[in-house]
């Protein structure tokens, strides 16, 4: 789609945006719940417009040559429409924390302080060939008492068309204004930038996707950000492992999906251990079709690609994984700390030691012991969904749900008190 310019509406849709802000901002939290009911009920009766929106968005990114890992996050099957209704009912089952309180005390001067937990106001939220990101963020937008501006990308164009204009209509029959969720698709690249610019009208921008979109949105906008990280993640086989639990780790986190932020990309393994679990680890890894790649020599196996141009700093989002060999756990925890994007890492040990440090010393926002990467994720957190994981260490960091798109104000309630 062409991209609009000059006097279009732009400022007419954001402080329509805002005006809807404050309608959410004081709505009861039982309508915003029914609202986010009634959207994974619209969900669901639409599947079939749905789907057939997503199918044209798949065909013209095949002819467009997206890459598997883009198309694999652009498709909405029957099962993950089903899945975006049921974390929308998630989310309406959740604690509301619009108006919680944090903290209270009296002064010696008798005035009151209370410090509560408000809604931003208008979060924009800019995303690429990722329909599913379209529900989630309305609905947590919904549930944290925020509006939402949608910048979707021309890839899911179609589907994003139809799931807002869907949601539009379950809001409107609640009783909430439609302007709560907008989309700016229709603006184009241009449409991203001014949202970037919309400082007043935007109370905050939240960027998924790629590590590029990301640094561009980072580096341009002039509204707030929540920098939501690429994933180069890591998982470290330490040399006191269960070397078939690692297997399963290493299996699940690297092919259970590949396309997403959690995948694993960096497979490192203990010195003392890798005679045995590598070729066991690489092995299983290409038994799933997966391409091994790697600095040096690895024991046990043959024709691992090398590490190519980006090194150990590459966020595959396929069937690739690097594989190294580190002499122990300082070395180990020093290569995640120096090539992670401190999104998630793993350690599979039974030293309680060993893990215990690692847990402690790897900068990251989710750090496991013996468990999948993929698990750092809204739904798995018993968030219903997610805004983003947030690599950042102001304000959210981590799965981002409802609480995290609040902010605070505080609430002073005197009786007649003057400063001397």
């Known amino acids: 789609m ?18 809807a802000s404050r309608a959410l901002g004081i709505a ?17 009766s639409a599947v079939d417009e749905i789907r057939a929106a997503n199918r044209a968005d798949l065909e013209r990114g095949r002819a467009d040559g997206l890459d598997e890992g883009l198309l694999d996050r652009l498709l909405l099957d029957d099962a993950r429409i089903a899945g975006l209704a049921a974390a929308a009912r998630q989310l309406a089952a959740l604690p509301d924390p619009v108006g919680e309180q944090l903290q209270q005390r009296t002064l010696p001067n008798g005035i009151d302080l209370t410090q509560v937990r408000v809604p931003f ?15 989630d963020l309305a609905c947590i937008a919904l549930g944290s008492g925020n509006a939402v501006v949608l910048r979707g990308g021309s890839a899911a164009e179609r589907t994003n068309a139809v799931l807002v204009a869907t949601m539009q209509d379950a ?9 709560a969720v907008q ?13 970037m610019r919309a ?12 590590a590029s979109l990301i640094e561009r949105v980072v580096t341009e906008s002039t ?19 269960d070397l078939s639990m690692a297997r399963e780790i290493v299996l699940n986190a690297k092919t259970q999906r590949i396309s997403v932020c959690n995948a694993l990309e960096t497979l490192l393994v203990h010195r003392d251990v890798a005679a045995t679990a590598v070729p066991v680890l690489a092995g299983a890894l290409r038994d799933a079709g997966v ?11 043959d024709g691992a690609e090398p590490l190519g141009e980006g090194g150990w700093s590459t966020e595959h989002l396929s069937m690739d994984i690097a594989i190294g060999v580190v002499d122990d756990l300082d070395a180990a925890i020093e290569h995640v700390n120096r090539y992670g994007t401190h999104h998630t890492d793993t350690i599979v040990t039974d030293d309680v030691a060993a893990a215990g440090r690692f847990l402690a010393e790897v900068d990251s926002a989710v750090v496991m012991h013996n468990a999948s990467t993929r698990f750092t994720d809204g739904g798995e957190f018993g968030f219903g969904a997610e805004v983003g994981i947030s690599t950042q260490k102001s304000h959210a960091r981590g799965p981002m749900g409802l609480p995290e798109l609040t902010s605070t104000k505080w609430i002073v309630r005197g009786t007649g008190q003057v400063r001397s």
């Open 199 to 210: 400082r007043g009208l935007v109370d905050l921008l939240v960027p998924r996707g790629s």
């Open 121 to 135: 106001g208008v979060v924009g939220v800019i995303y690429e060939a990722r329909p599913n990101v379209t529900v």
């Open 171 to 179: 809001l409107e029959a609640e009783g909430l204004p439609r302007a």
């Open 28 to 44: 009861p939290a039982a309508q915003r719940h029914a609202a986010i009911g009634r959207i994974a009920a619209a969900i669901e």
């Open 291 to 301: 391409t091994i790649h790697a600095a040096e020599e690895l024991p046990g196996v």
């Open 2 to 19: 062409a991209e609009i310019r000059s006097d279009d509406g732009f400022d007419a849709l954001l402080d329509a945006s805002q005006r």
């Open 183 to 195: 989309t700016i698709d229709a603006y184009g690249r241009d449409g991203a930038g001014r949202l």
């Open 223 to 241: 509204v707030p950000v929540i920098e939501t990280g690429a994933g180069i993640v890591h998982a470290f086989i330490d040399r006191a492992a």
